[in-house]
């Protein structure tokens, strides 16, 4: 805390209000009881699109597993084909097929690159209302906590910006494998390969 420049803070401290305040989000809607729950692998798929360090990184999570998986893009175009290459890599090594997709309106997701492929692999795409990222919560959520943990392994490795796409890989990586409640198979075949150490920083980057 000292070296960060902040005083420590008193015993008596019940809790901090500023920090309550910034932590303090939006409740996101109770979409969940108009829709079925996801109880199988790859039933639901929810997409978003973020800007990070100047890049734009591409997140998809599988409701049931609530697993995550990143792609660092080098524009803002990349995005259909990588979620095709994803859907298409998920089926193959798995025994389920995706049935739904769901994300925001934006152009990455809604054009006829993806609407032709859902269409040729009966996929279902639903979209989240313009402007309403409560109504995309799932994918709202997975930022926050990629982000956390990006934040997290910056601060205690104490690494130079030019590393947090790598930190934002290992945040993914170590989401992948924490344990959850939501979670029941943990024997399919979406995990990734055994991490290595990047001994200089410290920290755990996912080789692809």
Known sequence: MKQLGFSKPSKTTKYCEECVLSKSTRNAFNDHLSRNK???LLERLHMDL?????QYVLGILDEFSRKPFIFILNSKSEAPQKV?????FMENQTTHKVKSIHSDNGSEFVNSTISEFCKTKGI????SVSYTPQNNGLAERM????LNTT???IFQSQIPQTFVNDAILTACFLLQ?????KRQNQ??????TKPKLFSKCGIIIRIA
Not at 124 to 127: C, F, V, W
Not at 143 to 146: D, G, K
Not at 187 to 192: G, L
């Open 38 to 40: 996801a109880i199988k």
């Open 187 to 192: 024997n399919d075949k979406t995990k990734t």
């Open 151 to 153: 934040r997290s392994l």
């Open 177 to 181: 494998y924490r344990p959850n409640q």
């Open 143 to 146: 930022w926050r906590s990629l």
């Open 124 to 127: 279902k795409q639903t979209t």
């Open 84 to 88: 095709i290459d994803l859907l298409n």
């Open 50 to 54: 973020a800007f990070i360090n100047q």
